[in-house]
């Protein structure tokens, strides 16, 4: 399925009823009122015609700056999607700083005391970098001021990632990662991620997560603009698996599920390269040279083994005696394997995705957000959705009072 934005892109079903009765009150300092919303609407418009360097009148940049990453690396499928809309919808200016390979599960991993590598990548219309870091060196790197002209961009955006960041995984997901160290710099951020599912979702199916979050991006950055975004608070948003369909949004809390980590014995200390790179759509010269350095790495622990083997295996004993120390030496390798969960209450951020919704679930730097926040949040969810459907419903009004 082809991506689309703007006036061609996929109608959206209406919040549900029960969702909207929920919704109890405003953000702090935000009630704008219909004009209001409709001045910041034809603001946005003027903004995304405007040519692309275009300065305001105080010389600042004519649209928002939004940084992307994303755990699955550079030429992942999500991060192309997340590109390509956001770029075409030219309502912001892209930059990219993403790992130059897939980095799951990572975490708050950090790079100290050695030499990171910034490479500059083609994406149409966007000023990309790949960095042969962790996701957060890459968001803590492009808001040094070292990578790119500027130190705060607008927002901070980690996905479209594989496999949701639900529950307790949102401690092991180094995609949440990103987006809590744009927090700590005091940046807004949202982290985006797809339910993947094996055997069911596509490499298509990241278009249309991606055409799905573009009235939030849209409805943070013109709140952004305002000074009226949620603050101390990441979004943390969850995209169903069939996102062609989906039935609209839903303010979630963390859930209570966790996968459980399964430990394997191996025999090798590495997966089938082959397998592994065949699988991350990468080219074949990248590929050839993945192996490469995999069997330059695999002789060197073959030498460090030999002489570890060397020193240790032997020792001398009290009686001066030479004697043999046995070492053992196995292998292990772990993988998430998705448990049964029952029970989870409907207002949490897994069982959203089940049910068909974009779950959307505030997250501050700790974790889940405190209760304060959540009507704040559940407003603004409102909001943003609500104008996005008033923008979809203009040309249909305006064609229907011509054809009067």
Not at 171 to 192: D, M, Q, T
Request: charged share 20%; hydrophobic share 40%.
């Amino acid at each position: 399925m082809e991506s689309t934005s703007g006036e061609d892109a996929p109608k959206r079903n209406p919040l549900p009823s029960a969702l909207v009765s929920n919704l109890e009150s405003v953000l702090a300092a935000r009630r704008p009122a219909a004009a209001e919303v409709s001045t910041a609407a034809a603001a946005g418009e003027a903004e995304a015609s405007a040519p692309e360097d275009a300065p305001s009148g105080d010389g600042a940049p004519a649209r928002p700056i939004v940084l992307l990453t994303c755990a699955g690396g550079i030429r992942s499928a999500g991060l192309a999607a997340l590109v390509d809309a956001l770029v075409t919808g030219a309502r912001c200016d892209v930059h990219v700083c993403a790992p130059e390979s897939d980095k799951p599960a990572c975490g708050y991993s950090i790079t100290i005391r050695e030499t990171i590598t910034a490479t500059s990548v083609d994406f149409t219309g966007a000023k990309a970098f790949e960095i042969s870091g962790t996701p957060v060196d890459c968001v803590s790197l492009a808001l040094s001021g070292r990578l790119f002209p500027w130190s705060s961009p607008a927002l901070v955006i980690s996905g479209i990632n594989t496999g949701p960041n639900c529950g307790y995984e949102m401690f092991h997901s180094s995609a949440i990662a990103a987006a809590r160290e744009a927090l700590v710099y005091g940046v807004p951020s949202i982290a985006i991620s797809l339910n993947w599912k094996k055997d069911e979702t596509k490499d298509s199916d990241f278009k249309d997560a991606a055409q799905a979050c573009l009235p939030l991006i849209n409805a943070a950055l013109d709140d952004i603009e305002k000074g009226t975004f949620l603050r101390g608070c990441l979004l943390n948003i969850g995209v169903p698996s069939a996102p062609s369909a989906i039935k609209g949004f839903k303010l979630t809390k963390q859930s209570g599920y966790s996968p459980a980590q399964s430990w394997q014995a191996v025999s090798a200390s590495r997966p089938s390269s082959a397998t592994h790179f065949m699988g991350m759509h990468q080219s074949l010269g990248i590929q050839l040279a993945q192996l490469g350095k995999d069997a330059s790495a695999a002789a060197a622990a073959r030498r460090v083994s030999g002489q570890r083997k060397a020193v240790e295996v032997e020792s001398v004993a009290t009686a001066g005696k030479q004697e043999t120390r046995e070492v053992v030496k196995k292998l292990f390798r772990a993988e998430f394997v998705e448990r049964q969960h029952q029970g989870l209450d409907e207002d949490t951020d897994l069982r959203a995705l089940e049910n068909g919704f974009v779950s959307v679930t505030p997250l501050n730097v700790h974790g889940q957000v405190e209760p304060e926040i959540q009507a704040p949040a559940s407003d603004w969810l409102s909001a943003a959705v609500s104008l996005e459907k008033e923008k979809e419903a203009a040309p249909a009004t305006a064609e229907a009072h011509s054809a009067a």
